[in-house]
Nanobody, 125 residues
């Protein structure tokens, strides 16, 4: 089993920044596996944001966050990050990290084997 724990959420004003962290523990995740970030607002489906392989640098972004959010990973510390800049009120949601196998499509939520409990991000106008 793999445990994922997100942190770094909170309340921020429009235009502000937050850095989310996702700490992985338990069974070793392969270096080619994906770490992805999704969000879910009340009444909406879980939305893909960004993903990266643990090692290798392949990254994927949703159009809605491209240029504002940056995903990164530190395999040595088993931690993935999501740097979020220029935040908008519509970014308000519960943010989740997940781990997906190396041969999956990291943009699809059903590709993910493990999920964290999430962290709340609220952007005030």
């Amino acid at each position: 089993q793999v445990q994922l724990v997100e942190s770094g959420g909170g309340l921020v004003q429009t235009g502000g920044s937050l850095r989310l962290s996702c700490a992985a523990s338990g069974r070793t995740i392969g270096g080619a596996s994906f770490m992805g970030w999704f969000r879910q607002a009340p009444g909406k489906d879980r939305e893909f944001l960004a993903a990266s392989r643990w090692i290798g640098g392949s990254t994927y972004y949703a159009d809605s966050v491209k240029g504002r959010f940056t995903v990164s990973t530190d395999y040595a510390s088993n931690t993935a990050y999501l740097q979020m800049n220029s935040l908008k009120p519509e970014d308000t949601a519960h943010y989740y990290c997940g781990a997906a196998p190396y041969d999956s499509d990291p943009r699809r939520a059903n590709a993910y084997t493990y999920w964290g409990q999430g962290t709340q991000v609220t952007v005030s106008s």
